[in-house]
């Protein structure tokens, strides 16, 4: 079966997504923002920068989506993490104590090229522990 709306060199099988798809075709490859990191709060209402390793830049010739979020906090208090594109928040993701979340994203916005991805956290001032964090993401070259 074929999607009519998909452009001809898209063809998807009854159980191939796009994304699927779009990377089998070479379009399109998975990025992962992941990793363990300790955290110190600075406030609840004081999202920052988790780490370095958690800034992502669109790569000039493509866009990329956000697919889903995964994240789990070793605290013992609520924190939120959020997702940021270019200094504005865009997705807020509250995970309890002790506990974890997993978010297929339903609405998935394209970036473009030269976009800034950042994952921040915030939590209660004075808070110590650990967030688990894995975000995949798809990069889809220009034509894609």
């Given at each position: 079966m074929?999607?009519?709306?998909s452009?001809?060199a ?8 796009r994304h699927?798809a779009?990377?089998?075709l070479?379009?399109a490859?998975p990025v992962?923002l992941?990793g363990?990191y300790?955290f110190?709060?600075?406030g ?9 390793d ?6 000039e010739g493509?866009t990329?989506?956000?697919?889903y979020?995964?994240?789990g ?9 959020n997702?940021w594109?270019d ?11 002790k ?6 994203l339903a609405?998935v916005?394209?970036h ?11 939590a ?9 964090i894995d ?9 894609g």
């Amino acid at each position: 079966m074929h999607d009519v709306s998909s452009p001809p060199a898209l063809l998807l099988s009854v159980q191939e997504s796009r994304h699927q798809a779009l990377i089998r075709l070479g379009n399109a490859r998975p990025v992962f923002l992941q990793g363990a990191y300790p955290f110190a709060g600075r406030g609840f209402f004081e999202p920052h920068l988790l780490h370095n390793d958690l800034r992502y830049t669109v790569p000039e010739g493509c866009t990329s989506e956000i697919v889903y979020f995964r994240a789990g906090n070793l605290s013992d208090d609520l924190v939120y993490v959020n997702i940021w594109a270019d200094g504005q928040a865009l997705r807020y993701f509250p995970i309890g104590p002790k506990n974890d979340c997993h978010v297929s994203l339903a609405i998935v916005e394209p970036h473009v090229a030269g976009t800034q991805l950042e994952i921040r956290l915030a939590a209660p001032r004075g808070l110590t522990g650990s967030l688990v964090i894995d975000i995949g993401l798809l990069e889809i070259r220009e034509g894609g």
